[in-house]
């Protein structure tokens, strides 16, 4: 049986940089180097496996409005961009149906470039509230109802 040795597939290491000093255009839109390729996307998570983001060069064949993407994005990135990722806001305006269509995901292995902002958010944590059992108050045990008033110690 003849197996093949597993390589990576990006022997040059992700380098990611900021905006240059002398960039005008929007702050959280973000040039990507896939596979050789050059793609403009407004990039919603990153993970150590992942970069989910919305691919603005798409928005052309998709029949997707650029102009909103970039009016959702603006105040998405002036208000709440350390809060949650862009798609929660898409997903708040009623908008992600519409959007999913440039929405795609790249494996970071593929990618050797990054130019411009890379939101990273843990989305793996789940936040569990412990709870107390619920009680059965046995059988001829009197129960006193407090009213409002009897609560607040004022008669």
């Given at each position: 049986?003849?197996?093949r040795k597993r390589t990576r597939a990006n022997a040059v290491p992700l380098v990611i940089e900021e905006h240059p000093s002398d960039y005008k255009g929007y702050p959280f839109i973000t040039l990507i180097q896939y596979r050789n390729q050059h793609v403009l996307a407004i990039i919603d998570?990153?993970?150590?496996?992942k970069i989910k983001m919305y691919i603005l060069d798409l928005c052309g064949p998709a029949k997707v409005n650029e102009e909103e993407v970039i009016a959702v994005a603006t105040d998405w990135y002036d208000n709440n961009r350390d809060r949650?990722?862009?798609?929660?806001?898409f997903s708040k305006r009623g908008l992600s149906e519409t959007f999913s269509k440039i929405y795609r995901d790249?494996?970071?292995?593929?990618v050797t470039r990054i130019i411009g902002p890379v939101p990273k958010f843990d989305m793996t944590t789940v936040h569990s509230v412990k709870r107390r059992?619920?009680?059965v108050v046995p059988e001829g045990m009197e129960i006193h109802y407090k009213t409002l008033a009897d609560a607040s110690g004022h008669l």
């Open positions: 049986m003849v197996t998570n990153m993970t150590a496996k949650y990722p862009i798609s929660f806001e790249y494996p970071v292995d593929f059992r619920r009680k």
